[in-house]
């Protein structure tokens, strides 16, 4: 039952590495303003359902030399002073049009400086405009000429390199692996500058859809902190207590089972609801708070599972934690500025990816849990595993709230490896299922259980 | 019975352990084989190479191919496989003035070589090149060398402000990359820390030069030298004995000037701008007006990549209206790019470039002190085509460096190609 899962996330996760490396190796190996020692401007487009928000990162060097505004020495608190002659220039650089050159409404909005560097250049300062692109009424966002000469109609040497950084109805959700459209530059033979003809394909609903539950997947699957929570709980699903300490013996396999389908799915619930409330009503939530109080509920799973300290109630707890790990979902989201449709879509889709890999890890572990709860090391393994989780909550809490540790970094980037964390999963759960088997065969007791090792979950 | 089941225990933990062992196995060996498979070539001992005629008598270009064969002799044949390439228009225009190794250009790289084998590639291009100072042979070889000051100036941190907070955002390998299957494991010149990052992809030192012959060095066929690496690109195409073509060639230099330990000061674009100083400093008002282009330079307008964009309407001042000293002075500022190629060439290619002189225009961007980013001059003709800017260091970032790059209308690669 297991093992034909195991095959589908690992063709799943294929597609979704696929997707981020080809354009990526595409960004790498064709980009023809690399020849340039001298820094060259990156337009990063956002394209949405009804306007294309372009990021401009424009080197301050040849910006003063084709605009006349020098932000060379310009400290940032001072750009204000400058904003207006330098959102008049760029307004009249930036000029999309439909294909049959009808003019798009071109808004220009935050401006900023950052350093940065590019191949071969050095460290250099670059002044950042952000411009919303609206095509008239009804008029394709997916296809427009990009009428763009910002530097290059003085500065004839500069190169603007022009890329999607996000583009849901074309599958392009995550923003890190950014795909090239086009180079502006100029055509020195005429000693123009073109513009560029963008053309973004078809988009379609279904690809934003299964993006979206590709992201969802992958969410859950390297964002080890929730995951952790959810495994942290159900650690000591199958013991009973008594006492105020786990020894009240072995629930039985039903009760078990039981319970641990009632905390996963209280989790589900519970992050659920967050996260469709906080979307859809586009809530602003601090996310430090949220993130802190996840770190927070971590360390109190694993409080838990050394010593009971909500027995019986684990379910609702999972269902109010939940509530908050739903919300750091939703930041996600939020990041995307989304249309109502797309962001209705998203969702179901988003939170699908979240419940299938969840459903997945947990039928994954759940075969170890019970065997786990069985061996006679269990005290020690079980201890041990709530240690380990408690430090790495100490450590994301710490993080969270101001003190950035190693901790923390270790804990981070052990989401890094989902194939090893599948992997011993996977393992755990064939080496348990087998175990089982062979003592329900051989119609034994679990009593001599020196023979099966399990790794900790 | 509790015997059988120690007995079964003990089996079960035996397998367990054989199985557990196997697959540590199969995962370190797997692992090992493909952190292998990538550094595996060259370690092994390479099949010695094919010798070819060396005629020690030769002149002219017979004495340039009996040093290519010389040179090609002390190679094993793996060397010679990388060095001897096809001559392809990917493989001729894969040329850079970038710091970025062998992922932009084709060839061997020097800093593999023995010095045997380096003393007969430096001897190859001692005899293609031109014999005066600060030009040619001469020039290359500081070119090289200024690498080197780059170099450890980059590891001893010498240079501007290190960057702050956001990281880089795009940028890379040359497309022309393409053309070579080259390992990109260069040992590069880039410091392990401090440094201000300029290094790209091969980084800086006189190691990271590469040479390349493509198509077979003959005194009958056509083959080119290619030689280049940070600011440096060298095309002298062969053709029946004869250079047809001694462009695209690219130079640039940073520091500009700089004094090595034994108290030699080197200027090795001194020649080249001295001779754009010369010129227009001879202009009057009037002529600069006239030469003085509206449009803004950070670059050489046709540097790698942009072959045959040659523009269609030439700008500037015509040197047919130039007095006959200032037409000298405009023949003396161009000698210096065509005085990369032997001395015969040179000479012939001069000819041509005297007799198109009235068709000839120079114009300049910026100021004419060639001083300051932004600087620019260009001499553009029937034939000949020369470009100089000034911009800000990269490492030296209080200084400015020089780029500049010579070619012509229709003999670049030995008119081998054309470009759309």
Known sequence: MTRPRTWLTTALRLVAGIAIAVPAALLLGASPAAAHPMPHSVVQLDVYKDSVTAQLALPVGDFATASGIDLTTVKSTALPARSKAIRTYLAAHIRPTTLKGQAWQVTIGALSLSRTEQTSTGPYRELVAKAVLTPPAGADVRHFTFDYDVIVHQVVTH?????????????????????????????????????LTVDLGRGSAWRGFMAMLQLGANHILTGTDHLLFLLILLLPAPLLAAG????????????????IARITLAFTVGHSVALATSALTRLQIPGRPVEAFIAASILVGAVHAIRPLFPGREALVAGVFGLGHGMAFSFVLAEMHLSTGQLASSLLAFNLGIELVQLLLVCLALPSLLVLARLRIQPALRVTGALITATAAIGWLADRLGLPNPVARAADSAGAHTTGMLTVLGVGAVVAVGWMVVVRQRGRGATELETVMEPAV | MSRDRTRLVRTRRTWRGIAGAVTAIVLVGGGFAVANASTDTGTGKSAAGVKRPVDKKATGV????????????????????????????ANATAWSNLPCGSTCRPGIQLGSLTDTQLAAAMKVLKLATGTGKNTGYDQITQIIKADDVLNAAQSTSSAGPAPSDTASSTASADPSATATDAPTDVPTGTPPSGGTGGGGLGGYGSGVYFLAFLGTPSATGTWQLHFGGHHLALNLTYKNGKVAGASPFFVGVEPTTWTDDDGTTYSPLATMRDGLLALTGSLSTEQLATAKLSESFSDVLLGPGQDGQFPETKEGIKVSTLSPKQKQLVLKAIHPWIANVDDATAKKLMKTYEHELNQTYVAYSGTTALDTQGDYVRIDGPGVWVEFVCQNGVVYRDQIHYHTVYRDHTRDYGSEFTFS
């Open chain 1, 159 to 195: 190169i603007t390199l022009v890329t999607v950084r996000q583009d849901w109805a074309a599958g392009q959700v995550t923003g890190d692996g950014a795909t090239q459209v086009g180079t502006i530059r100029l055509d020195v033979r005429h000693m123009k500058v073109p513009p």
């Open chain 1, 244 to 259: 105020g300490r786990w020894n009240g013996g072995l629930a039985g396999p039903r009760t078990a089972l039981t319970r």
């Open chain 2, 62 to 89: 017979g004495a340039v191919v009996s040093a290519a064969n010389e040179f090609l002799n002390t190679l094993d044949a793996d060397q010679q496989a990388s060095t001897l390439l096809d001559l392809t228009q």
